[in-house]
């Protein structure tokens, strides 16, 4: 859905379409790299030793179209030229292919940043930029560069480290990692449920969705809390 006063004419409607079917015919290499990648992770027990859980997505064509469409609406804006092609298209949108990993405690990102780098540094998956965590709480920020990883704030009130890698093949594709807490997964869910790629138009739920956003980030807080606890063998 373009962006209000920008208007999106039939040839461009059909550009759009044409890349979203462009995705569909060639999905399968990007569903390939997310099963070697979802492989290579679970087959690393030094990092799923810091790992609660993991999942992986391959994108909707309509949510892809969506995207597609508000970049469209965005470089109008902004008036430049459009520049995704068939040519690009299976790595320029980076996050065709999604994959999640879920931990406990905010302090194992340090483990999983680690072994996640040797998973890719051994399987030959290239880093396409530095990863960085999207957070809003500036708490957890010294932590994140301790463990060499840059912060963006967050227009949403949630924390999440994003990585972006890229395919071994020849056909070139990429894949969006999201590593997360368990409490923020549940916040993500809900709002990618009722409130992406779009806002609710319902203000009330609006409203419980940030307020859900600090609940979940009070209770990660209180995990580490207690993992710290633990560790100090503090009676």
């Given at each position: 859905?373009?962006?209000?006063?920008?208007?999106?004419?039939?040839?461009?409607?059909?550009?759009?379409?044409?890349?979203?079917?462009?995705?569909?015919?060639?999905?399968?290499?990007?569903?390939?790299?997310?099963?070697?990648?979802?492989?290579?992770?679970?087959?690393?027990?030094?990092?799923?030793?810091?790992?609660?859980?993991?999942?992986?997505?391959?994108?909707?064509?309509?949510?892809?179209?969506?995207?597609?469409?508000?970049?469209?609406?965005?470089?109008?804006?902004?008036?430049?030229?459009?520049?995704?092609?068939?040519?690009n298209l299976?790595?320029?949108?980076?996050?065709?292919?999604?994959?999640?990993?879920?931990?406990?405690?905010?302090?194992?990102?340090?483990?999983?940043?680690?072994?996640?780098?040797?998973?890719?540094?051994?399987?030959?998956?290239?880093?396409?930029?530095?990863?960085?965590?999207?957070?809003?709480?500036?708490?957890?920020?010294?932590?994140?560069?301790?463990?060499?990883i840059r912060?963006?704030?967050?227009?949403?009130?949630?924390?999440?480290?994003?990585?972006v890698v890229?395919?071994?093949?020849?056909?070139?594709?990429?894949?969006?990692?999201?590593?997360?807490?368990?409490?923020?997964?549940?916040?993500?869910?809900?709002?990618?449920?009722?409130?992406?790629?779009?806002?609710?138009?319902?203000?009330?739920?609006?409203?419980?969705?940030?307020?859900?956003?600090?609940?979940?980030?009070?209770?990660?807080?209180?995990?580490?809390?207690?993992?710290?606890?633990?560790?100090?063998?503090?009676?």
């Amino acid at each position: 859905m373009p962006e209000p006063g920008i208007t999106i004419n039939s040839a461009e409607r059909n550009l759009i379409k044409s890349l979203v079917a462009h995705y569909v015919k060639n999905r399968s290499f990007v569903e390939v790299m997310l099963k070697q990648l979802s492989d290579a992770i679970l087959g690393s027990p030094a990092l799923m030793a810091h790992v609660h859980s993991t999942k992986g997505r391959l994108k909707d064509p309509t949510h892809l179209e969506d995207k597609l469409l508000r970049k469209l609406a965005e470089a109008k804006g902004k008036k430049r030229p459009f520049t995704i092609s068939e040519k690009n298209l299976l790595y320029r949108i980076t996050d065709l292919a999604g994959f999640r990993i879920l931990h406990l405690h905010t302090e194992q990102i340090i483990s999983i940043d680690r072994e996640l780098r040797a998973v890719f540094k051994e399987y030959r998956f290239p880093l396409m930029e530095k990863p960085k965590a999207r957070t809003w709480d500036d708490e957890n920020r010294a932590l994140f560069r301790r463990a060499g990883i840059r912060t963006i704030k967050s227009p949403k009130l949630y924390t999440s480290v994003h990585y972006v890698v890229q395919s071994n093949s020849s056909t070139k594709a990429t894949c969006e990692i999201q590593v997360r807490t368990l409490a923020e997964e549940l916040w993500g869910e809900v709002d990618h449920t009722l409130n992406y790629p779009h806002e609710s138009l319902i203000l009330s739920c609006r409203e419980q969705i940030k307020v859900l956003a600090r609940v979940t980030s009070s209770c990660s807080r209180l995990v580490d809390s207690i993992f710290r606890s633990a560790e100090a063998g503090s009676p």
